[in-house]
């Protein structure tokens, strides 16, 4: 079962402004902070999403292939994502609407300053 994951980032600001903003639209603020990492939590205060520069020391760095995806409570929550993304930092990956992978699909991609890819979806059957 997964507990959480690390998204890593070369500026704790930068990627404090753009995670702030961009997870309010699904209802996660940041929970703890320090120098070297951002915790965000949704309403139940369990941490989930780090926001870390890297222990290593080296440079934080995205994977191909490899995307972060979170869950929208509606389709104007995925385009509230996407929009607090491209406003704070983020480039398009994906626009908003629908996508051939099912019939109810509806979701957007981007990528945060740091290059890591974001997904975020609602299946339309679950409303």
Known sequence: MLSGVCIGTNDMAKAAEFYDAVFATIG?????????ERGYAETDRRVTVFIVTPYNNKPATF?????????????????????????????????????????????AYVRDPDGNK??????????
């Open 63 to 107: 994977g191909n292939g490899t995307q972060f995806i979170f869950h929208a409570a509606d389709k104007d929550g995925v385009r509230a994502f996407h929009s607090a993304a491209l406003n704070n930092g983020g480039t398009d990956e994906g626009a908003p609407g629908p996508r051939d992978y099912h019939p109810d699909y509806y979701g």
């Open 28 to 36: 996660m603020t940041p929970e703890f902070q320090g120098e070297h």
């Open 118 to 127: 974001l997904h975020i979806s609602i299946s339309l059957n679950d409303k």
